[in-house]
């Protein structure tokens, strides 16, 4: 079956520990995105990927890295610069680069800072 | 960048009354795009629709696309309880999605 699979679905984390979030697609699609999700809030982008190589910083990507070196893959670190990381994360693709394409999700990683 | 508004932020209706979530941009949008959050889930995308005035139905789901372009909304006929969940517009601009900020619906048995 075609998909995002993001990995872990959950994960606990001791302050000032860098951890890594695992996003794999097998749909072919060229754009990565990363979201932040708070409890009853919007979704808000971190970082995006329109290629392989190539990544752009969303609107909240202060505390937060990302490596495109596979179009299936786009793993999103947080790191311990990132003051509030605790929320839930989603990943998605895009077939291409052109407007009305829809968004794939991910099941999502919730994040848990102890 | 896009700007997506979207009201109400909460509705709770009772069980087989209708619902109605609006969105709005300042800008006249390409497209506009419909997911649906179940709790505890990840968004699924529903439509989308591109044409000025565009109206498309699924079953007791109708989606609307103003004659600008510059809103759109999602109304549910005789909602049910499996209708719960986080309703987001959103536009594709090519580079990125513009998400609004969701409405929750609760469904009241």
């Known amino acids: 079956d075609g998909g995002i699979t993001q990995s872990p679905k959950y994960l606990f984390r001791k302050e000032g520990q860098n951890v890594t979030l695992s996003c794999e697609q097998n749909?072919?699609?060229?754009?990565m995105y990363w979201y932040r999700q708070d409890p009853g809030q919007g979704l808000r982008l971190i970082y995006y990927?329109?290629?392989?190589?190539?990544?752009q910083k969303g609107d909240i990507a202060e505390g937060y890295s990302v490596s495109r070196e596979k179009k299936e893959s786009f793993p999103l670190t947080v790191t311990s610069a990132q003051k509030n990381p605790t929320a839930f994360y989603l990943c998605?693709?895009?077939?291409?680069?052109?407007?009305?394409?829809?968004?794939?999700f991910g099941q999502g990683t919730r994040l848990t800072v102890v | 960048g896009q700007q997506v508004m979207q009201i109400p932020q909460y509705q709770h209706v009772q069980e087989g009354e209708d619902f109605t979530t609006y969105c709005n941009s300042s800008t006249t949008l390409s497209n506009i795009q419909w997911y649906k959050q179940r709790p505890g889930g990840h968004p699924v995308f529903l439509i989308q629709l591109v044409k000025s005035g565009e109206v498309k139905k699924q079953k007791r789901l109708t989606f609307q696309f103003g004659e600008a372009k510059k809103n759109s909304s999602l109304h549910i006929t005789a909602t049910q309880t499996t209708d719960v969940g986080t309703y987001f517009c959103?536009?594709?601009?090519?580079?990125?999605?513009?998400f609004g900020t969701g409405t929750s619906l609760t469904v009241i048995p």
């Open positions: 749909l072919n699609h060229d754009a």
């Open positions: 959103a536009t594709s601009t090519g580079n990125q999605f513009y």
């Open positions: 990927s329109q290629i392989v190589n190539d990544f």
């Open positions: 998605a693709s895009g077939r291409d680069s052109s407007m009305n394409t829809e968004a794939f």
